[in-house]
Protein backbone atom coordinates (compact mmCIF):
# COMPACT_ATOMS: atom_id res chain seq x y z
CA UNK A 1 0.00 0.00 0.00
CA UNK A 2 1.79 3.39 -1.04
CA UNK A 3 0.15 6.82 -0.94
CA UNK A 4 -1.78 7.57 -4.34
CA UNK A 5 -0.13 9.69 -6.47
CA UNK A 6 -1.27 13.56 -7.03
CA UNK A 7 -3.00 13.36 -3.54
CA UNK A 8 -1.83 15.93 -0.71
CA UNK A 9 -2.10 15.14 3.34
CA UNK A 10 -2.14 16.73 6.22
CA UNK A 11 -2.67 15.75 9.33
CA UNK A 12 -3.98 18.00 12.26
CA UNK A 13 -4.00 16.98 16.20
CA UNK A 14 -7.21 19.08 16.59
CA UNK A 15 -9.79 21.12 14.59
CA UNK A 16 -13.36 21.80 14.86
CA UNK A 17 -14.02 19.88 11.93
CA UNK A 18 -12.45 18.29 9.17
CA UNK A 19 -15.12 19.76 6.57
CA UNK A 20 -15.23 23.26 8.21
CA UNK A 21 -11.16 22.98 7.56
CA UNK A 22 -11.65 21.52 4.40
CA UNK A 23 -13.51 24.52 3.11
CA UNK A 24 -11.30 27.21 4.86
CA UNK A 25 -8.39 25.77 2.64
CA UNK A 26 -9.88 24.87 -0.55
CA UNK A 27 -8.99 27.49 -2.53
CA UNK A 28 -5.31 27.60 -1.97
CA UNK A 29 -4.81 23.85 -3.05
CA UNK A 30 -3.61 23.40 -6.29
CA UNK A 31 -4.67 19.17 -6.53
CA UNK A 32 -6.85 16.85 -4.05
CA UNK A 33 -5.88 17.47 -0.41
CA UNK A 34 -6.88 14.49 2.67
CA UNK A 35 -7.39 16.09 5.77
CA UNK A 36 -7.04 13.96 9.32
CA UNK A 37 -7.90 15.56 12.38
CA UNK A 38 -6.57 13.48 15.33
CA UNK A 39 -9.49 15.23 17.27
CA UNK A 40 -12.67 16.94 15.97
CA UNK A 41 -14.78 19.38 18.81
CA UNK A 42 -17.33 19.88 16.26
CA UNK A 43 -17.97 17.27 14.11
CA UNK A 44 -21.17 16.65 12.10
CA UNK A 45 -23.17 14.06 10.15
CA UNK A 46 -26.09 14.69 7.82
CA UNK A 47 -28.66 17.07 8.15
CA UNK A 48 -26.48 18.92 11.05
CA UNK A 49 -26.57 15.89 13.27
CA UNK A 50 -23.57 15.74 16.02
CA UNK A 51 -20.69 13.20 14.90
CA UNK A 52 -19.26 12.12 18.33
CA UNK A 53 -15.38 11.71 17.61
CA UNK A 54 -14.02 10.09 20.88
CA UNK A 55 -10.10 9.95 21.04
CA UNK A 56 -8.09 7.15 18.41
CA UNK A 57 -11.31 7.29 15.91
CA UNK A 58 -11.00 8.55 12.01
CA UNK A 59 -12.13 11.77 11.18
CA UNK A 60 -10.70 13.12 7.87
CA UNK A 61 -12.54 14.83 4.49
CA UNK A 62 -10.86 14.73 1.28
CA UNK A 63 -10.78 18.25 -0.96
CA UNK A 64 -11.11 18.20 -4.45
CA UNK A 65 -12.33 19.70 -7.37
CA UNK A 66 -14.40 16.91 -9.24
CA UNK A 67 -15.26 17.25 -13.25
CA UNK A 68 -18.87 17.07 -14.78
CA UNK A 69 -22.12 18.21 -13.97
CA UNK A 70 -23.34 18.45 -9.81
CA UNK A 71 -25.16 15.33 -9.88
CA UNK A 72 -22.04 13.28 -10.81
CA UNK A 73 -20.57 14.87 -7.88
CA UNK A 74 -22.64 13.33 -5.75
CA UNK A 75 -22.03 10.15 -6.83
CA UNK A 76 -18.74 10.27 -4.89
CA UNK A 77 -20.46 9.63 -1.88
CA UNK A 78 -20.63 5.83 -3.33
CA UNK A 79 -16.50 6.23 -4.39
CA UNK A 80 -16.27 6.62 -0.95
CA UNK A 81 -18.14 4.00 0.81
CA UNK A 82 -16.20 1.45 -1.66
CA UNK A 83 -12.99 3.17 -0.31
CA UNK A 84 -13.88 2.72 3.22
CA UNK A 85 -15.19 -0.80 2.67
CA UNK A 86 -11.80 -1.98 1.41
CA UNK A 87 -9.25 0.04 3.64
CA UNK A 88 -11.51 -1.90 6.47
CA UNK A 89 -10.38 -5.54 4.57
CA UNK A 90 -6.76 -3.85 3.99
CA UNK A 91 -6.09 -3.36 7.39
CA UNK A 92 -7.69 -6.42 8.99
CA UNK A 93 -7.40 -8.68 6.05
CA UNK A 94 -11.32 -10.00 6.21
CA UNK A 95 -14.48 -8.69 4.49
CA UNK A 96 -16.72 -11.13 6.64
CA UNK A 97 -19.70 -8.81 8.31
CA UNK A 98 -19.00 -5.82 5.94
CA UNK A 99 -21.63 -4.43 4.10
CA UNK A 100 -22.98 -0.54 2.92
CA UNK A 101 -25.98 0.66 3.71
CA UNK A 102 -27.12 3.43 1.73
CA UNK A 103 -26.84 6.03 0.98
CA UNK A 104 -23.58 6.35 2.60
CA UNK A 105 -22.86 4.25 5.81
CA UNK A 106 -20.75 1.91 6.05
CA UNK A 107 -21.74 -1.87 8.35
CA UNK A 108 -20.12 -4.48 10.52
CA UNK A 109 -21.95 -7.13 11.76
CA UNK A 110 -25.04 -5.09 10.91
CA UNK A 111 -24.02 -2.27 13.38
CA UNK A 112 -22.86 1.00 12.08
CA UNK A 113 -18.98 1.26 11.68
CA UNK A 114 -18.54 4.39 9.60
CA UNK A 115 -20.59 7.38 7.99
CA UNK A 116 -19.49 9.48 5.09
CA UNK A 117 -21.29 13.12 4.05
CA UNK A 118 -20.52 15.28 1.15
CA UNK A 119 -20.77 18.60 1.19
CA UNK A 120 -19.84 21.27 -1.98
CA UNK A 121 -19.23 24.87 -3.01
CA UNK A 122 -19.76 26.35 -6.19
CA UNK A 123 -20.68 29.51 -7.84
CA UNK A 124 -24.12 28.49 -8.98
CA UNK A 125 -22.89 26.94 -12.54
CA UNK A 126 -21.38 23.56 -10.81
CA UNK A 127 -19.36 22.46 -7.91
CA UNK A 128 -15.90 24.35 -7.33
CA UNK A 129 -14.77 21.85 -4.77
CA UNK A 130 -16.33 18.65 -3.04
CA UNK A 131 -15.90 18.08 0.54
CA UNK A 132 -15.66 13.86 0.81
CA UNK A 133 -16.41 13.81 4.68
CA UNK A 134 -15.35 10.08 6.31
CA UNK A 135 -15.94 9.13 10.30
CA UNK A 136 -14.78 5.60 11.29
CA UNK A 137 -15.32 3.87 14.84
CA UNK A 138 -11.74 2.87 15.04
CA UNK A 139 -11.52 2.30 18.28
CA UNK A 140 -14.77 3.46 20.28
CA UNK A 141 -17.89 3.52 19.89
CA UNK A 142 -20.81 6.82 20.42
CA UNK A 143 -23.01 6.28 23.71
CA UNK A 144 -26.40 5.38 23.62
CA UNK A 145 -27.92 8.63 24.43
CA UNK A 146 -26.76 10.17 21.19
CA UNK A 147 -28.95 8.17 19.07
CA UNK A 148 -32.15 8.27 17.19
CA UNK A 149 -34.85 5.96 18.25
CA UNK A 150 -34.07 3.62 15.43
CA UNK A 151 -31.31 4.09 14.57
CA UNK A 152 -28.46 1.21 13.80
CA UNK A 153 -26.23 0.57 17.10
CA UNK A 154 -22.54 1.53 16.30
CA UNK A 155 -19.44 -0.41 16.42
CA UNK A 156 -15.90 -0.19 16.67
CA UNK A 157 -13.53 -1.96 13.89
CA UNK A 158 -11.28 -3.00 17.30
CA UNK A 159 -14.80 -4.17 19.43
CA UNK A 160 -15.72 -6.40 16.28
CA UNK A 161 -12.30 -7.61 14.79
CA UNK A 162 -10.26 -6.94 17.51
CA UNK A 163 -7.80 -5.30 15.05
CA UNK A 164 -6.32 -1.78 16.36
CA UNK A 165 -5.31 0.66 13.53
CA UNK A 166 -4.43 4.50 14.06
CA UNK A 167 -6.11 7.24 12.50
CA UNK A 168 -2.72 7.50 9.91
CA UNK A 169 -2.69 3.72 9.23
CA UNK A 170 -6.52 3.88 7.98
CA UNK A 171 -6.31 7.11 5.95
CA UNK A 172 -3.29 5.53 4.22
CA UNK A 173 -5.14 2.31 3.20
CA UNK A 174 -8.54 5.07 2.52
CA UNK A 175 -6.31 7.11 0.19
CA UNK A 176 -5.49 4.32 -1.85
CA UNK A 177 -8.69 2.47 -2.25
CA UNK A 178 -10.43 5.88 -3.03
CA UNK A 179 -7.51 6.88 -5.54
CA UNK A 180 -8.31 3.77 -7.61
CA UNK A 181 -12.12 4.13 -7.55
CA UNK A 182 -12.24 7.51 -8.33
CA UNK A 183 -9.92 6.68 -11.03
CA UNK A 184 -12.28 3.89 -12.16
CA UNK A 185 -15.30 6.71 -11.71
CA UNK A 186 -13.68 9.05 -14.09
CA UNK A 187 -12.38 6.82 -16.42
CA UNK A 188 -15.58 4.59 -16.74
CA UNK A 189 -18.55 6.36 -14.98
CA UNK A 190 -21.19 5.71 -12.37
CA UNK A 191 -22.16 2.10 -13.58
CA UNK A 192 -18.68 -0.08 -12.92
CA UNK A 193 -19.48 2.25 -8.91
CA UNK A 194 -22.69 1.14 -9.23
CA UNK A 195 -22.41 -2.75 -9.89
CA UNK A 196 -19.65 -2.83 -7.03
CA UNK A 197 -21.65 -0.70 -4.72
CA UNK A 198 -24.75 -3.23 -4.84
CA UNK A 199 -22.33 -6.06 -4.39
CA UNK A 200 -21.57 -5.60 -1.18
CA UNK A 201 -25.05 -3.63 -0.33
CA UNK A 202 -27.02 -4.41 3.13
CA UNK A 203 -30.46 -5.80 3.16
CA UNK A 204 -30.58 -5.84 -0.93
CA UNK A 205 -33.72 -7.77 -1.99
CA UNK A 206 -35.13 -7.24 1.71
CA UNK A 207 -38.40 -5.43 3.37
CA UNK A 208 -36.87 -1.65 4.49
CA UNK A 209 -38.26 1.47 5.36
CA UNK A 210 -37.10 5.16 3.69
CA UNK A 211 -38.32 7.87 5.41
CA UNK A 212 -37.85 11.53 4.95
CA UNK A 213 -38.91 14.58 6.53
CA UNK A 214 -42.50 14.16 5.12
CA UNK A 215 -42.91 10.50 4.35
CA UNK A 216 -42.31 6.95 5.06
CA UNK A 217 -41.79 4.35 2.53
CA UNK A 218 -41.92 0.59 2.89
CA UNK A 219 -40.38 -2.06 0.31
CA UNK A 220 -38.64 -3.77 -1.09
CA UNK A 221 -35.42 -3.13 -1.87
CA UNK A 222 -34.61 -3.86 -5.20
CA UNK A 223 -31.32 -1.66 -6.57
CA UNK A 224 -29.84 1.46 -6.86
CA UNK A 225 -30.28 3.02 -10.52
CA UNK A 226 -27.73 5.35 -12.07
CA UNK A 227 -28.78 8.36 -10.50
CA UNK A 228 -27.60 6.78 -7.53
CA UNK A 229 -31.58 6.53 -6.40
CA UNK A 230 -32.86 3.86 -3.75
CA UNK A 231 -34.96 1.68 -5.86
CA UNK A 232 -38.30 0.30 -3.67
CA UNK A 233 -40.40 -2.48 -5.02
CA UNK A 234 -43.62 -1.21 -3.07
CA UNK A 235 -47.14 -2.28 -2.53
CA UNK A 236 -48.04 0.80 -5.19
CA UNK A 237 -44.91 0.05 -7.70
CA UNK A 238 -41.74 0.55 -7.69
CA UNK A 239 -40.51 3.86 -6.38
CA UNK A 240 -37.39 6.06 -6.83
CA UNK A 241 -36.05 7.80 -3.71
CA UNK A 242 -33.25 10.47 -4.00
CA UNK A 243 -32.86 10.66 -0.02
CA UNK A 244 -34.18 9.46 3.06
CA UNK A 245 -33.02 7.65 6.00
CA UNK A 246 -33.02 3.73 5.99
CA UNK A 247 -34.76 1.44 8.67
CA UNK A 248 -34.30 -2.02 8.87
Known amino acids: MSWPAGYGKRVLDEVDS ?5 SRIAGELAGPE ?19 DPKG ?19 RSFVAALAVYDACVAVTGRSEGLSLKWPNDVLLKGGKLAGILLESAGNGQGVNHLFVGIGVNLVETPMKEWLEPGAVWPVSLLSET ?14 DAFARFEQQFSTYGFEPIRTAWLARAAKLGEVITARTANSETEGTFETVDGSGNL ?18
Open 18 to 22: TLNEA
Open 34 to 52: WILALRQTQGRGRRGRDWK
Open 57 to 75: NFAATLVMRPEGAPDQAAL
Open 162 to 175: GVQVTPEEFLEAVA
Open 231 to 248: VLNTAKGRVSIPAADIYF
